[in-house]
């Protein structure tokens, strides 16, 4: 069946760098657009970041943009998001999200504190 699995997520400082990883199985990942998402308690799940079946084309959220960068290996079946200038408000757990039918992995805790 179709699985998502995040990992990378960790405690860092404000300005730091971080990258997560989204291993997929079950499924080719090459199909499917692929998403990252996020959400804090009591918020709804935003859209951050999504790149096509390719990874020709890529979209940000306005908050993230010029700061994030998804990127996909194929051959892997696998999607990262490279995030760097971390700031307090990134603070979330993260879910990567493919496309062809629409599910989400389990998600990776990323806190942003000094």
């Known amino acids: 069946q179709v699985q998502l699995v995040e990992s990378g997520g960790d405690l860092v400082q404000p300005g730091g760098s971080l990258r997560l990883s989204c291993a997929a199985s079950g499924f080719a990942s090459s199909d499917c657009t692929m998403s990252w998402h996020r959400q804090v308690p009591g918020k709804e799940r935003e859209w951050v970041t999504s790149i096509t079946k390719s990874g020709t084309n890529t979209y940000y959220s306005y908050s993230v943009r010029g700061r994030f960068t ?18 307090t408000q990134d603070t979330a757990v993260y879910y990567c999200w493919e496309g062809c039918t629409e599910k989400y992995g389990q998600g990776t805790q990323v806190t942003v504190s000094s």
């Open 70 to 87: 998804i990127s996909r290996d194929n051959a892997k079946n696998t999607v990262y998001l490279q995030m760097n200038r971390l700031k």
